[in-house]
């Protein structure tokens, strides 16, 4: 015995909706293509640098220097200061204060990894706001009085 249901209106009807799956689809393919291009784009890219022409910010009342002159040796303020000992003459400049901004000049003839071993000697003592000096409100290229 079969059932035969039947429906009382058999016309076709058009569909008043928009099917977003295939959009969808598309989208994420997109997103997938540009996450897996966009660190490809960003890797040895041969960039110079400008000076900042920017009028100099405001100087704190004691603020703490760390400098790294050109034969790559540390200074504290205007105490040279061993490699090792940077963190204890760290806590001594900043009174023990982790959240002290440590302004950190470099002579312009050092290297990129050495920059980057005294940022990290500065983060692994506890100091992690760090700001790079440079010379404010010149031209580069320009002498400096």
């Given at each position: 015995m079969a059932i035969r249901l039947r429906h009382t209106d058999d016309t076709l009807h058009?569909?008043?909706?928009?099917?977003?799956?295939?959009?969808?689809?598309v989208m994420l393919v997109l997103l997938i293509i540009f996450m897996v291009t966009t660190p490809l784009t960003t890797v040895n890219?041969?960039?110079d640098l400008?000076?900042?022409t920017q009028q100099p910010a405001p100087?704190?009342?004691n603020p703490v220097f760390v400098t790294i002159k050109a034969d790559q040796t540390l200074a504290v303020g205007e105490n040279s200061v061993a490699q090792n000992d940077l963190p204890t003459a760290l806590n001594t400049a900043a009174n023990g204060n982790k959240d002290e901004r440590i302004f950190l000049r470099?002579?312009?003839t050092v290297d990129y990894a050495t920059l980057m071993s005294v940022m990290d000697k500065l983060?692994?003592?506890g100091f992690l706001k760090v700001a790079l000096v440079n010379l404010q409100g010149?031209?580069?290229?320009?002498?400096?009085?």
């Open positions: 058009e569909a008043h909706e928009i099917n977003v799956t295939p959009f969808i689809d890219v041969p960039v400008p000076s900042s100087r704190p009342d470099a002579d312009k983060r692994t003592a010149q031209e580069e290229g320009a002498q400096v009085p």
